[in-house]
């Protein structure tokens, strides 16, 4: 992909490095400052030595973030995982379920209160 962002001028001293002339490219006459492709966090750090001018360094900083959008992991939808996770929730109580009633059933005479009336004779 190609990212562009606006730059009035390019500084001069900015001479951008030969390795990186395929990818970063400034046009004059659209004030654009491209750059093609995912630009490494070591790339920013050479461009960005090249010149102090604040408004060169904006627009590199604007170029990084959007090349970065390249290999950002993208947001999953809830499909399978979703489900997965309510099967898993549903099961899990049907087990607690299953457990409480097969041991409901089995206690002992020692777990049933027992209600014993007392009389008193006059």
């Known amino acids: ?3 562009s962002v606006s730059l ?12 990186l002339r395929e990818r ?10 491209t750059y093609r492709g995912f630009m490494t966090k070591c790339t ?9 001018d ?3 360094r904006r627009a590199l900083e604007q170029l990084f973030v959007l090349t970065s959008r390249e290999i950002a992991p993208q947001p999953h939808s809830r499909g399978l995982s ?13 087990a607690a379920v299953f457990w409480a009633a097969t041991h409901s ?7 049933q209160i027992s209600t014993a009336t007392v009389s008193a004779a006059s």
């Open 8 to 19: 009035a001028s390019l500084p001069e001293k900015v001479a951008i490095p030969d390795r």
């Open 24 to 33: 970063m490219s400034f046009d004059a006459a659209k004030q654009k400052l």
């Open 1 to 3: 992909m190609e990212y």
């Open 54 to 56: 604040a408004d060169y």
């Open 44 to 52: 920013y750090d050479e461009l960005a030595t090249l010149d102090d």
């Open 105 to 111: 059933s089995q206690a002992g005479p020692r777990d």
């Open 82 to 94: 979703g489900i997965l996770l309510v099967t898993a929730a549903l099961a899990l109580l049907a």
